[in-house]
């Protein structure tokens, strides 16, 4: 039963009344502040106004006093108990952040210190029929922590280390410091008679066309000592149909049935197949009664990590049902600051938006939580892969201390038995980048201490996991392997030379080196990187015009203001500004930063994702830094706070497509051009080139004939520049190219970067049909380089968009509200690059 009354909540001073006072059942709370549960107190302050939302402008630092105070939450609820029924009774918190201290009735019944786990207690001798009281009081962390060593290292705060909640919360180069506090997660009351199911662990042992072997261990904790105890356990197939189905006797606490599914319908992913659902349903009998049940989706599948390929060189790959998968995705961080407070909507259309772009892959990173329940389950649903990081991130922790290696282990073993069902789960990883930065800063001399943490991903996880989760793939760290344990040659790797201008390569021991430069953090830099896998890359751009209008005070949206220099929260602003005066140019104002920016962002990750796709036969990854943004700002996202997709998103719809063209090409060389193919199935067609000059007339026309291959990369021929350009100017040409025969979206290339282009000026004929839902847009006059359409809205929907257009081309773009809700289209702006609507 999940406890759904009104809460309310209230801040103390630290002492200033025994808590035995506020957590008696009969204390006049009718003046505390309602509050919403799952939430926060920031959240809950927001919502009654008694705090200005702390996005907006500088308003977090006015939030900072919430972390000092102690908080309390009461509610009360009615609760039936029959009499001489036996039952055991469980109040159950799925998320209390952090240190919480749980009154039922007036009686402390417990206390926690870990917000990434549930926390259970039996409240059976407690608990009443008819009306009950629950307070939890919340202690501010610096009590917990405040005597505790600090140690040389903890990425942006030094008190964090010893706290288990999500890392993120005390500011990382993305997002603002926001520590949050309160009931994050859903509030239940459970009862259970004579026995119940404590975990159900399912997986797929073997899978075929022709069969599967799907193993279920049941683990079971009786009440009743002499109940005799069976389980019925059985797989339903979409049509309600039973595909295969056991019963076993439960002896002790442990029970195993193997199940065997004829012609089973297997889980893939959404880019190479149906993401096929069945129903795993559990009843637990004892005595010949049913006590308790377990029914949730289960998918068949196998996955597996290679780290050798077939002639035995290193790998990095992915093998889903057997078949090798290019992994193509991003990483994922906290969908918001006010992680308890994120409705399941949001999570939704952030998935949406992966499968959207083509995405195969989410990177959950450490430095968050271990997602809700609704991430996962949408995750199996929708066919997407998912890297699972345990939570810990960019710092030292204490793996000497008992207590601390105590929490801990709770905190695995928990997430582990709630996770490890789920299909799209694919691998769990010990870490984020510790083992690489502890390598590192201990080159340069900023640590001098042992590996405080080691164990934790060296031998306590993969402990836990050789018991609880035999399954899938563990890998210690990413990046991790090889000479360095950022090496491109082992493992996995994050490729932070662009953007953050780390010089490469290097090996364990030496000092790091940082090139701040134009020719440092260039994204031309990512065809230096042949790895294997490349699981952290990135470079910024700006959110979206309406998402910093909304969240910046009136007067200081413009380039170079200090409220816009506030949405960055990364070091050293200068690598942006690099990084466009080397491809764009430097803004001179807000709408050129805008469109610089993202420009560069689109084109710098399309230019490093299509050398990973081209190298496919070694490199079998690659996943973006970052997916989402958790407040409103400007960072590495593809999709910015408001879910409104970046120019890189609309980008990705093509650079991850599972068939891809692609021209490998630098200035003055030759354009080699490929075609890549993800899927099982191979394609035979043509692939035509074609170059323009910007006015549309027609210069250089080369059809190759093409032989796909199944799961792989080809290269169909190679062209000079002096045969495309037919006399032209490099700075005056557009270069198209197109797939008849197999479905491969067209692909744009320019010969020289933006700053050198001479575009002429575009006109652009829009014709808006708010009846239809649609706008078409048509270039008039000359080449219309990275049309925009925007609208003053948050999380609608664009089918296309920041895309190219040759004089004379109109593209029809819908446009959507995914709630269903028709779209005004008040405020609607359509421009480009190098021109606006003549409308």
């Known amino acids: 039963m999940e406890l759904k009354s009104l809460w309310r909540i209230q801040h103390f001073d630290v002492g200033q009344v025994r808590p035995q006072e506020l957590a008696f059942p009969g204390l006049d709370d009718r003046f505390w502040i309602t509050a919403k549960v799952p939430g926060d107190v920031h959240s809950a302050l927001i919502e009654r106004n008694i705090i200005e939302n702390p996005y907006f402008g500088h308003n977090d630092a006015k939030s900072r006093w919430i972390e000092q105070k102690e908080w309390w939450y009461r509610t009360s609820f009615d609760y039936v108990i029959e009499e001489d029924s036996e039952e055991k009774h469980e109040l159950i918190f799925e998320g209390l952040d952090t240190f919480a201290t749980v009154f039922l009735n007036g009686l402390e019944i417990g206390s926690t210190d870990n917000a990434l786990m549930a926390h259970s207690f039996d409240v059976t001798r407690v608990i009443r029929n008819g009306w009950n009281s629950i307070a939890v009081k919340f202690d501010p962390l610096y009590l917990h922590n405040k005597n505790k060593e600090q140690f040389q290292w903890s990425s942006y705060t030094k008190e964090r280390p010893w706290l288990r909640k999500a890392a993120m919360n005390f500011g990382w180069d993305w997002g603002p410091r926001m520590v949050t506090v309160g009931i994050w997660g859903k509030v239940r009351v459970e009862r259970y008679r004579q026995a119940k199911l404590e975990s159900v662990y399912a997986r797929t042992v073997s899978a075929s066309a022709d069969q599967a072997l799907v193993r279920v261990d049941l683990d079971v904790t009786s009440y009743r000592k ?72 289960f998918g068949i599948r196998t996955i597996e990590l290679q780290l050798k390929d077939e ?121 984020n980048e510790i083992d690489w930065l502890y390598d590192m800063k201990s080159s340069e001399g900023s640590i001098t201490t042992p590996f405080y943490g080691e164990s934790i991903y060296h031998e306590l996880i993969p402990e836990v996991l050789e018991e609880l989760d035999d399954s899938r793939p563990y890998w210690p760290s990413s990046p991790f392997g090889g000479n360095d344990a ?49 699981s952290e890359f990135g470079m910024h751009a700006s959110a979206n015009r309406y998402t910093l209008e909304k969240h910046i005070p009136d007067g200081q949206f413009y380039w170079g203001s200090v409220e816009m220099a506030y949405r960055n929260k990364d070091t050293n602003h200068q690598k942006g500004i690099l990084l466009m005066e080397g491809y764009t140019g430097i803004p001179t104002n807000i709408e050129e930063y805008m469109n610089f920016s993202m420009l560069t962002q689109a084109e710098g990750l399309k230019y490093g994702i299509e050398h990973y796709r081209r190298n496919k036969k070694r490199t079998s990854g690659s996943l973006v830094w970052q997916h989402n943004d958790s407040w409103p700002g400007t960072s590495w996202s593809l999709i910015d706070y408001e879910l409104l997709p970046k120019a890189s998103f609309y980008y990705a719809k093509k650079f991850y497509h599972p068939l891809l063209l692609t021209v490998d090409h630098e200035p003055g060389q030759p354009l080699q051009v490929w075609a890549v193919n993800d899927r099982v199935e191979a394609y035979q067609g043509q692939v035509t080139l074609r170059v323009y000059d910007f006015a549309g007339k027609p210069l250089f026309e080369r059809t190759f004939d093409a032989a796909v291959p199944a799961n792989g990369a080809v290269q169909l021929g190679s062209l000079t520049e002096a045969e495309v350009l037919n006399g032209s100017a490099a700075e005056e040409v557009v270069v198209k190219l197109t797939a008849n025969g197999f479905d491969a979206p067209d692909n744009v290339y320019y010969l020289r970067d933006p700053k050198e282009l001479r575009l002429p000026a575009a006109s ?65 702006n359509v421009s480009a690059l190098n021109g606006r609507s003549n409308n």
């Not at 059985?234 to 193997?258: F, M, W, Y």
């Not at 010089?503 to 990187?529: A, C, H």
């Not at 003053?792 to 190219?804: A, E, K, T, Y």
Request: charged content about 25%; glycine content about 8%.
């Open 486 to 534: 950022n090496d491109p040659d082992a493992g996995d790797r994050h490729n932070w030379q662009v953007w953050h201008g780390s010089v490469y390569p290097r090996k364990f021991g030496e000092k790091p080196i940082l090139d701040y430069s134009i020719q440092g953090v260039t994204f031309k830099n990512y065809k230096k990187d042949f790895t294997l896998f490349s």
């Open 764 to 828: 652009l004929k829009v014709v808006a049909d708010e009846e239809e839902q649609t706008v078409t847009v048509t270039a008039e006059g000359h080449h219309a380089r990275l049309v925009k359409i925007d609208l003053p809205q948050g999380n609608i929907r664009f089918s296309d968009n920041f895309f190219d257009l040759l004089p004379g081309e109109s593209v029809t773009v819908r446009i959507r509200d995914p709630k269903g809700n028709r779209v005004s289209f008040a405020g609607l």
């Open 226 to 297: 002499h109940a005799v105890k069976s389980c019925k356990v059985r797989l339903v197939d979409r049509e309600g149909r039973i595909a295969a189905e056991a019963e076993l006797p439960v002896n002790g606490k442990q029970g195993t049935a193997d199940l065997t599914v004829a012609s089973p319908r297997l889980w893939w992913t959404h880019d190479l197949g149906e993401p096929y659902l069945y129903e795993l349903e559990v009843v637990l009998l004892a005595d010949g009664q049913q006590v308790d049940a377990y029914k949730k989706p």
């Open 311 to 431: 002639e035995g060189n290193n790998a990095f790959a992915f093998l889903l049902n057997g078949v090798k998968v290019f992994a193509k995705g991003s990483n994922w961080i906290p969908a918001d600051n006010f992680i308890g407070a994120i409705p399941d909507d949001r999570y939704r259309d952030l998935i949406d938006l992966s499968v959207e772009s083509n995405m195969n892959m989410l990177r959950i990173w450490a430095g968050g939580i271990y997602e809700t329940d609704v991430f996962y389950d949408e995750c199996d649903r929708r066919g997407v892969l998912v890297w699972q990081d345990f939570a810990f991130a960019n710092a030292l922790f204490p793996d000497f201390n008992r207590n601390f290696m105590d929490n801990v282990r709770k905190e695995v073993v928990y997430n582990v038995t709630r996770l490890r069902n789920h299909a799209s789960l694919a691998l769990w990883c010990g870490n």
